[in-house]
């Protein structure tokens, strides 16, 4: 592994010094063309479609400010949910016959696996948008691929941290996940980060019903009978509403159980009453529409505001992740000029310039890293009824940042986590980890 | 139709395809996707003649896929060796398969085959520590008759491969449904029990329909394999299967040529559609292939030998 | 395993099996009349759920009487099954009954496809769920652990009812004894004067509302999403397979097999669970292909 990585240096050192002796001046496009990768279709389309809705906005707004180096931005969508050969069938034909040189792409983990070493190959920039898997960017050094947003890993250890600062004596835990990769790949960084701060932790069942299962209620059955402390169910979409819901009314909620749902933000208004109190939620980043510290800020407001006029509900964190991509963008696009002397920069000039970006979404500043990876804060609550609103809302949010949970450059999450000193729940008692009340 | 004909229309077709993916290389990847399809649907019509239907033949495809992806990560082998261990694996798990499979008929035969591609699919998706589960596995770019190759330069190589195949896939078919063998498959959808009478064991004769199926089923599966460098279970869905045998009444389950353009139809439909109507494409599909029922149940293929053999009688 | 969740596995495998039996049912019905596997069995479930997922919130906004919610899930299947069932059946089966099996299939497989896409055009992509029935009912407690009345009481009562329903149709009333008859041998019912047009007809409506039936009791407790039918297609394909075509006492058995199997995969093997019906079909079909109840039939030369 460490020979793969020096050998990925070296290429990516090369590779940098070829492409900067070379004059890398591009010819001035007449319009910026991004292609955008989304779930129009299928199971994710909850995700999708409010993304899709957020960058049609925001793009709107880009323009009328004068776009991006001049330029307008004409976007180009492409449903993931016709599957993952259709959709990269689709990618390369926008990159080859289209021109189009700088993608966002994609919601689906397995869709990235796909199209990461793609965008490599066709030299065009590809901005994971909102796919978590820490995987790509740990196995290899990428030239043209960054994230503008968090991953597995932080999301992951972010919410160890809240459970232990939320409720610090329990004993058992179990897992409800959907069955595919995240929902495997986080138990995994859940349960070997918890047992670094828990070593002695029980972990009473393991459950892994299939993704778009329609029917809990022998799970549940299970967990009523075995009591754990804490429940895990990092579910999202028609899964966790029917999780939530038939938990409701068998009553699961009103034992002693408590339940952290990392991915319950972008479930909340489509949920209603049916999500008790006590929750203990994530929001895959620093995102909610009612953000501790940007909920006030005009321009925060005026993007709520008009995300609900335009689609009826108030933004989940896909619109949040949509947006960071296109901040981040528009903020790469303007560095990688600069550097460049004023001339249309390549894709790749783009790459690096993003690599070292510091930008603002709508929510804490997110800066991004050597290897691609941004640095986004993680913002974690329990829920609580407030009478003004028909759902629930997140409620003792911490924010907690970034640098303290996220695998460093160069080492892999799986190892990492193992490794993490279990003096860093000092930091719970700090004010990194105030509470912040719903407003 | 005559076959001098059936070689003109081959011919122009494979004309075709090779001057639209030189003006457009992205093109290559659907006609890659298309023409692995084909391969499978060929397999699918091998059955058909004898007058039943699997709606469980993706298995193959699924079963040859991850052979490729396993080995292409466990051992980094060669692109053509990828694909002939690929499709071993599936004609042998045909043949293992297919002793229990010959004793069933009709939709029974359907049924078993469905079942046995479920659990498959099931067990694909489930295992993910060594199937990669749901989200599949992914396997590098291999060497391709040694030679390491650019994505371009693969594609292409690929591409001319995939059309070798498809060739003599059609041609194999075509001979063994002119063959004692495949003549004694079509006896089976006709009349089984004289078959019997004249002596020959229609278990045997349906077994080695059946392998040269999953064969076939196979081969696409390591092409499709190959194209994507990524497989997943859904490559196994029952769906998929009945995607397959839609082909192959879309395009004629007369002859391998139908199979073939029934599968690039269905491939640039499907590209097109999901594109200009995102959420509707398997409706127009759908409705395809009920006006096709009842107008030309022979299919495209049906339509166009009838036309060209029409053309020719006028003379 | 100790004996309180060997009781829970026991209630939770019933209440699934409930659901099965009722799609099962339908499907298997239609087979059994027309000969035809409706692949588009599967969307009449997810069409179902839908509608009355539809209904339900129809009765909220407007106001009425909430007790209108369960007999609300009734008119729902009724309505949307006996329409599907009876547009499906004029514009479709009524015209490929005689044509290959093989393209019959394909006909109601296109009709699945068209049907799903058609189901996303009307209700999009967002889960739908609507709980009103279930939170009137109320809970009560099986062994130290909280199940619904609506899960533990209402589906099975409606399965039961369903199954003593149809043999009692099928045994004891004129036009069921017709269907019976058309079940054994078409031509020879004809050529005795019964309306084989009329029963058809017929037979899919009711194969329809059952389908329908399904996916309205499972909409107060499941979101419905999309592709939602295509699972339901396999399981109920399951059930019935196992049973043998044409089999209705043998679908109820085979339906709590099934439903029992998987949910004690989930206590004993839980990485088994999704396998469980699949490998039921096939064990059962490699020993008995014609599914476990079916009878001998001669064969014709």
């Known amino acids: 592994m460490k020979r793969t990585l020096l050998k990925s240096l070296a290429l990516a050192a090369a590779t940098w010094a070829l492409g900067h002796g070379s004059a890398l001046a591009q010819d001035k496009p007449a319009e910026l063309k991004i292609g955008i990768t989304t779930f129009t279709s299928g199971a994710a389309s909850v995700f999708g479609v409010p993304a899709k809705a957020a960058a049609e906005m925001l793009i709107e707004d880009i323009n009328k400010a004068g776009g991006i180096g001049g330029l307008k931005v004409v976007p180009t969508f492409i449903d993931e949910g016709i599957g993952g050969d259709k959709m990269l069938s689709e990618y390369r034909r926008l990159v080859q016959e289209q021109g189009v040189r700088t993608m966002l792409a994609s919601i689906s983990s397995g869709n990235c696996n796909i199209i990461a070493p793609v965008a490599e190959d066709l030299k065009v920039l590809n901005v994971m948008w909102d796919c978590g898997t820490e995987k790509i960017l740990e196995a290899k050094r990428y030239q043209y691929v960054v994230r503008t947003q968090a991953n597995a890993t932080t999301e992951m250890v972010a919410t160890v941290l809240y459970l232990m600062k939320h409720r610090p004596d329990f004993k058992t835990v179990a897992v409800v996940n959907q069955d595919y990769a995240w929902g495997r790949d986080s138990w995994e960084i859940f349960i070997n980060t918890l047992k670094v701060f828990k070593p002695d932790v029980r972990v009473v069942a393991e459950m892994f019903p299939k993704l778009g299962a329609s029917d809990f209620s022998t799970e549940i059955s299970r967990l009523q009978a075995l009591r754990p402390d804490v429940v895990l169910n990092t579910s999202w979409g028609g899964d966790l509403d029917t999780f939530v819901r038939q938990a409701g009314q068998r009553g699961l909620f009103r034992g002693n159980t408590t339940f952290v749902m990392p991915l319950l933000e972008s479930s909340l208004e489509r949920l209603g009453a049916a999500v008790p109190e006590g929750i203990v939620a994530g929001a895959r980043g620093d995102h909610y529409w009612a953000h501790p510290e940007t909920a006030s800020d005009p321009r925060h407001k005026d993007f709520v505001a008009r995300f609900k006029a335009k689609t009826g509900a108030n933004p989940i964190y896909p619109a949040y992740h949509m947006a960071q991509a296109l901040f981040g963008l528009k903020a790469g696009y303007e560095a990688a000029i600069k550097a460049n002397g004023g001339k249309w920069p390549a894709p790749e000039q783009v790459a690096a310039a993003m690599r070292t970006l510091k930008f603002k979404a709508f929510g804490r500043e997110i800066s991004m890293r050597e290897d691609g990876q941004g640095l986004e804060a993680q913002l974690l609550g329990v829920t609580k009824r407030d009478p003004r609103y028909p759902f629930a809302v997140i409620d003792q949010m911490v924010l907690v940042p970034a640098e303290l949970v996220t695998t460093p450059v160069g080492q892999q999450s799986g190892n990492w986590v193992k490794s993490i000193n279990p003096a860093l729940a000092k930091v719970l008692t700090t004010s990194q980890f105030q509470t912040h009340a719903f407003k | 139709m005559a076959s001098n004909r059936i070689v003109l229309v081959a011919g122009a077709l494979l004309a075709a395809v090779v001057a639209v993916t030189a003006a457009a290389p992205w093109l290559k990847t659907p006609v890659l996707l298309a023409l692995a399809n084909g391969l499978a649907v060929c397999g699918v019509i091998v059955l058909i003649r004898a007058g039943q239907v699997s709606f469980g033949h993706a298995m193959f495809a699924s079963l040859a896929g991850y052979g490729v992806a396993f080995m292409g990560r466990a051992w980094q082998l060669d692109a053509l060796l990828l694909i002939a261990l690929g499709t071993l694996g599936a004609a042998l798990a045909g043949a293992l398969i297919g002793l229990f499979m010959v004793r069933y008929r009709g939709i029974f035969f359907g049924m078993l085959n469905l079942a046995f591609s479920m659990v498959l699919f099931s067990v694909l998706g489930k295992f993910g520590h060594v199937t990669g589960g749901t989200d599949g596995l992914r396997f590098d770019r291999p060497t391709f008759a040694g030679q390491t190759l650019e994505r371009a330069g693969f594609e292409t190589a690929l591409l001319a491969l995939a059309l070798v195949l498809a060739l003599a896939a059609g041609w194999v078919v075509m001979r063994y449904f002119a063959s004692a063998n495949g003549q004694a498959l079509a006896a089976i959808k006709t009349n089984e029990t004289r078959l019997e009478y004249l002596g020959i064991s229609a278990k045997r004769v349906f077994w080695g329909g059946y392998v040269l199926s999953a064969t076939l089923c196979g081969l696409g599966g390591s092409v499709f394999a190959l194209t994507q460098g990524l497989v997943t279970p859904e490559m196994g869905y029952w769906v998929r299967s009945g995607e397959i045998v839609f082909i192959a009444i879309l395009g004629g389950s007369g002859h391998a040529l139908g199979a073939f353009i029934g599968a690039f139809v269905f491939e640039f439909v499907k590209l097109y559609a999901a594109a200009l109507l995102t959420g509707a494409w398997q409706m127009v599909l759908g409705l395809v292939l009920i006006v096709m029922v009842f107008v030309a149940p022979t299919g495209i293929f049906g339509l166009l030998s009838r036309r060209l053999a029409g053309a020719g009688a006028s003379r | ?301």
Request: hydrophobic letters at 60%; charged letters at 10%; aromatic letters at 8%.
């Open chain 3, 1 to 301: 395993m100790n004996a309180s969740l060997f009781v829970l596995a026991l209630m939770d495998g019933v209440s699934y099996a409930a659901l099965l039996f009722l799609v099962a049912l339908g499907l298997t019905l239609i087979f059994g009349v027309m000969r035809v596997l409706n692949v588009a069995h599967g969307s009449l479930y997810a069409w179902g759920g839908y509608f009355a997922a539809t209904l339900g919130l129809a009765i909220t906004s407007l106001t009425l009487p909430p007790w209108l919610a369960l007999p609300a899930l009734l008119v729902a299947a009724i309505v949307i099954g006996g329409l599907l069932g009876t547009v499906l059946e004029l514009t479709l089966l009524r015209r490929i009954l005689d044509k290959d099996p093989i393209l019959q299939l394909l006909v109601t497989f296109a009709a699945f496809m068209v049907l799903e896409d058609l189901q996303r055009l009307i209700w999009g992509v967002q889960p739908v769920f609507v709980s009103g029935v279930v939170d009137q009912l109320g809970t009560l407690e099986v062994a130290g652990v909280t199940y619904t009345r609506y899960q533990l009481l209402v589906l099975p009562a409606v399965a039961i009812a369903a199954f003593v329903g149809l043999r009692w149709f099928l045994g004891r009333t004129a036009l069921g004894r017709q269907v019976t008859a058309v079940t054994h041998h078409r031509e020879v019912a004809t050529a005795m004067g019964v309306n084989t047009g009329r029963v058809m007809w017929l037979t899919m409506a009711l194969g329809g509302m059952l389908g329908a039936l399904g996916g309205a009791l499972a909409s107060p407790t499941t979101s419905f999403t999309p592709g939602i039918g295509a699972d339901m297609m396999v399981l109920s394909f399951a059930v019935v397979a196992t049973a043998g075509l044409g089999q209705i006492g043998g679908a109820a058995l085979a339906a709590l097999l099934i439903g029992l199997a998987r949910s004690f995969a989930v206590y004993l093997m839980p990485e088994l669970e999704v396998l469980m019906p699949y490998l039921i079909m096939v064990l059962v079909l490699l020993v008995r292909p014609e599914g476990l109840f079916s009878t001998v039939a001669a064969r014709r030369i």
